[in-house]
């Protein structure tokens, strides 16, 4: 069986403060997991802002180099000492999704003028016909066609046929894994699931593994079928989706999934946090030695010394 | 009923002129509402369904090309009543902060990176609180303090706080005055669940303690569910369902509210939820008829021609669809007790 993608103790560590100065913050601790080839899947990565989760996406994409450890990704590591050639072929395997869709397109550039030089780019091609159909294509696979984009500027689209762009110009050179950081946090509620279902079907019905980068726990619970947790860097729980978001054990992941606002209680104002399960949280993100410990159901949680 | 906020058939439109042709925008068209002393109203809406051009005129915070055409906003603070959309300047800085108050979405765009906390509070509340020195210095300490702010903050610069702790202290700015009305214009759409959580309940506690209303706007349904008392939907410029909350999500009288419900994914729920075809409609020329019509699942010829009224059909209860009758809540939608603590 080989590994799609390898993450192997990696660390990553950015100085603090002027050229005198020591300080560091480890933006990631020691997280490793990996993704098989053999079976697609979402793999969701959930934590706050300054948990670590776009560092290490970026790190994936090779935006980042590690300070320590190794990315692997179909057994060739992810460096920046790539060629050029080697980089556009990792590139065309693995694709980015980013957050914003009005600030990921220039507002004076034709979406078709992305796709198509995407395409350029990747298919090693000049041929205009087999452009189009290399950008149709992967348009209808996310619910739209060349028809309806040739020659719109972003801001004749709406949000979320923006983000299907996106995703479609990601899908292009056909990678086997897609990176999503957060790709609904700014999409409406009406259309965030019209995305969420297209990262569903990329995964049934295209075979394309998808990591997920959220906060939100619930749409991470409706698509995923494993993720990680992570708190100050450190990964605290990782597992099957559905297993760690039903019953989560690591303090931190509980106060999380205790503070995703429900609509079965609408209307009763139920809004106060336990503050025992904030300090508790807060507390074990300080403890400096702890290790990931295998539970029974399969799921890795964090345990702490002396805790 | 005790009414602090009266909106009668407002229409403000969007009025441009480009080389002689004349274009306009109906962001908010034909709207009606009232907002009752001591309560958490919520507008939901999506992006670019007016919701925010709606807010612009009742904080008096209209600029051109945006005008009123049409109808009537009306304030009752005190006894005393003010239209915001014609009130002088004087009139109107004598209201703002001390009656009328915003929060807003961004709070790195409210605070001034270079100065400090207190130099800001001072800006904004010293002469509408009528304060001086040690006094106004106590007052803000105390009401920070009420926020679970330390007194540190006030020595701090934007960039040494937290999101979460930001966005405090501008409800701090908006309350510290005591307001009767605060809107506030999606306050946690950039904070992460805990943080979120935290500032709602915040926001929500300082409601029930100083007894003012708030207008609450975001489109995500999960907040309005867990903060409002009523709900109002705004789709396209219209006004098309407004309702307690239980109701609103329980017994929803208008199709696209009732998508907006069962489309919230859930913890501990995986089936396949619907997306919503189609896209928001352009308002420099929306559809006919129910502007709805076009995505509706139960749109039928009268849609397509009339518009329908805003009919009430339950105690505090206004839709406006022609086959509200027909209206019943999709698979998904959150199935709790409607006798249940009403």
């Known amino acids: 069986m080989t590994d799609l993608l390898e993450i192997r103790n990696v660390w990553k560590r950015f100085p603090m403060g002027g050229l005198l100065s020591r300080a560091h913050i480890d933006a990631v601790q020691d997280a490793s997991f990996s993704l098989t080839a053999d079976k697609p899947e979402i793999f969701t990565i959930i934590g706050e802002s300054g948990s670590g989760k776009t560092t290490l996406a970026r790190m994936i994409l090779g935006l980042e180099q590690p300070s320590e450890g190794e990315i692997l990704f179909k057994g060739q590591s992810v460096s920046r000492n790539m060629n050029r ?58 619910g739209l066609s060349l028809k309806e984009i040739a020659g719109r500027y972003p801001h004749e689209l709406s949000g979320g046929q923006l983000q299907r762009c996106a995703i479609a110009r990601a899908l292009i050179p056909n990678p086997p894994l897609l990176i999503a950081d957060e790709p609904v946090s700014m999409v409406d509620a009406s259309l965030r699931m019209a995305i969420v279902n297209l990262l569903r079907s990329l995964r049934d019905d295209f075979g394309v593994s998808v990591i997920y980068i959220t906060h939100d726990l619930a749409t991470a619970y409706y698509i995923s079928d494993r993720l990680i947790i992570m708190q100050k860097g450190r990964i605290v729980e990782m597992g099957d989706a559905r297993v760690v978001l039903s019953d989560p054990e690591h303090p931190y992941s509980r106060l999380l999934k205790a503070s995703v606002l429900s609509s079965e209680d609408a209307g009763q104002g139920k809004l106060a946090t336990n503050p025992d399960m904030v300090a508790e949280a807060n507390r074990l993100a300080t403890m400096p030695s702890s290790r990931l410990q295998e539970r029974p159901d399969g799921r890795l949680v964090r345990t702490y010394e002396g805790a | 009923m005790d009414t602090v906020l009266d909106v009668k058939g407002l229409k403000a439109y969007y009025l441009m002129k480009y080389f002689g042709i004349s274009r306009e925008v109906r962001a908010v068209d034909d709207i009606t509402m009232s907002i009752r002393r001591n309560e958490i109203y919520g507008i939901a809406g999506e992006s670019s369904s007016g919701k925010t051009s709606l807010i612009k005129v009742l904080a008096a915070a209209m600029r051109p090309p945006l005008e009123v055409v049409d109808g009537s906003v009306r304030y009752h603070f005190n006894g005393e009543e003010i239209d915001p959309t014609t009130a002088s300047k004087e009139d109107l800085k004598r209201i703002r902060w001390k009656h009328l108050s915003y929060i807003m979405q961004g709070s790195m765009s409210v605070l001034n990176p270079v100065r400090r906390i207190e130099r800001t509070f001072a800006d904004f509340a010293k002469e509408p609180l009528g304060l001086s020195g040690p006094a106004f210095r106590e007052r803000v300490e105390q009401h920070l303090s009420s926020l679970k702010l330390p007194p540190s903050v006030l020595r701090s610069y934007p960039h040494e706080l937290s999101g979460g702790m930001r966005q405090r202290v501008t409800i701090g700015l908006a309350t510290v005055c005591h307001p009767e009305f605060i809107i506030a214009d999606e306050p946690t759409t950039a904070l992460d669940v805990v943080v979120q959580k935290e500032v709602l309940s915040m926001i929500r506690e300082i409601q029930q303690k100083m007894g003012s209303s708030v207008v609450f706007v975001t489109h995500d349904m999960s907040v309005h569910a867990n903060m409002a008392d009523r709900i109002g939907i705004i789709y396209a410029g219209r006004l098309v369902e407004e309702g307690p909350t239980r109701q609103m999500f329980f017994a929803p009288k208008h199709p696209y509210t009732a998508h907006l419900v069962a489309s919230l994914p859930r913890i501990g729920d995986t089936t396949q939820r619907p997306a919503l075809e189609g896209k928001p409609p352009n308002l420099a020329d929306p559809p006919p008829g129910c502007r709805f019509h076009p995505r509706c699942p139960l749109a039928i010829d009268k849609c397509r021609t009339d518009v329908p009224p805003l009919e009430t059909v339950d105690t505090d209860h206004r839709t406006a669809c022609w086959r509200w009758q027909d209206v019943r809540p999709l698979d998904g939608a959150p199935t709790g007790k409607m006798e249940a603590q009403l």
Do not use: C, G, H, W
């Open chain 1, 85 to 142: 050639e080697k980089r556009l072929e990792f590139m065309s395997q693995v694709q980015p999704v980013f957050q914003n869709p009005f600030e990921a397109f220039n507002p004076l550039k034709r979406i078709d003028r992305y796709l198509a030089s995407t395409a350029r780019q990747f298919l090693k091609t000049s041929d205009r016909a087999k452009i189009d159909a290399a950008m149709d294509d992967a348009l209808q696979k996310v």
